[in-house]
């Protein structure tokens, strides 16, 4: 840029003026070009505050990316997210060793794996990824509660129990076949209640309901039982505050309540779901 005559005066020299006679850019302003007559024309290009090729943080809409706890709240990762993080606090916190010699802190540790992280799992896995899980008939809700049963209750054997209280290598197969025989049976439930149909629905929520009565059942039996039905109640004794007799029974109770609670919910409420479910469909055809 220049001023009448072709030179600057004197006195704006030094004094926010170039000595090269242009006006400098403004930091960040876009490359330019000369023209024929001496002036520049700006290329084009983005605008440094445009957000386009990585200029803005916050992206090229102008919205700002959630960050990683955010997007797994908003997204259907935060079961996967919740039920992960309690079964790492089953199993790396104290009640393990806490289980060694308490039959009621060992029940904890089974009620909270089978009825509160897996069907957190369960709902992640078939929210997530229920496109792709295989389809199974209805009926596989029903074989799952059976196998479930039997893990549970084979479990509970006084054979297998005391050799899972103080053998670590057994206690870890014990824990890994409670979390698949949960996930099992929940995955399945959830699994036909997203499905089309009634049957599979019903399925899923009869499994729930099944496993429901026999955690039930199992769970009076240790509440009643008039001795203890372990060896380990005397060997653990000085381990816990309890009698062997009241460790077995508040045991029982854990599992009567919560185990039997969790599921007896759970399948109440895909029967009612089933039922909102239907009065729409009839509507809209």
């Known amino acids: 840029m220049e001023v009448a005559g072709g030179r600057l005066p004197l006195s704006r020299v030094g004094r926010g003026w170039p000595r090269s006679g242009r006006v400098r850019e403004p930091k960040g302003a876009p490359p330019k070009r000369p023209a024929s007559d001496g002036s520049l024309i700006p290329l084009p290009g983005p605008s440094p505050d445009s957000g386009e090729g990585g200029g803005s943080a916050a992206g090229g809409n102008g919205k700002q990316r959630p960050g990683p706890a955010l997007f797994v709240l908003h997204s259907d990762l935060w079961p996967l997210a919740l039920g992960s993080l309690l079964l790492l606090a089953l199993w790396l916190g104290p009640l393990p060793e806490r289980a060694r010699g308490s039959f009621s802190a060992h029940m904890i540790m089974h009620m909270g794996i089978v ?15 229920g496109a792709r899980l295989p389809a199974m008939p209805a009926s596989f809700a029903l074989v799952a509660t059976f196998v479930e049963m039997v893990i549970v209750w084979g479990w509970h054997a006084p054979a297998l129990h005391d050799a899972a209280r103080v053998d670590l290598r057994v206690t870890l197969v014990e824990q890994g076949s409670f979390l698949l025989a949960g996930l099992l049976v929940w995955t399945a439930a959830f699994g036909g209640a997203g499905r089309a149909g009634r049957s599979p629905k019903l399925a899923g929520a ?62 109440l409420a895909l029967v009612g779901r089933l039922l909102r479910d239907e009065p729409a469909k009839e509507a809209a055809a």
């Open 115 to 129: 009825a509160v992280a897996a069907p957190l799992l369960a709902l992640g896995l078939t929210r997530r990824f």
């Open 206 to 267: 009869g499994a729930l309901l099944l496993t429901s009565m026999h955690m039930t059942l199992l769970g009076a039996l240790l509440l009643f039982a008039p001795r203890p039905l372990y060896a380990c109640a005397t060997l653990c004794a000085p381990l816990s505050a309890l009698t062997p007799l009241q460790d077995q029974a508040a045991g029982g109770a854990i599992m009567l309540s919560l185990g039997g609670l969790a599921y007896l919910f759970g399948g």
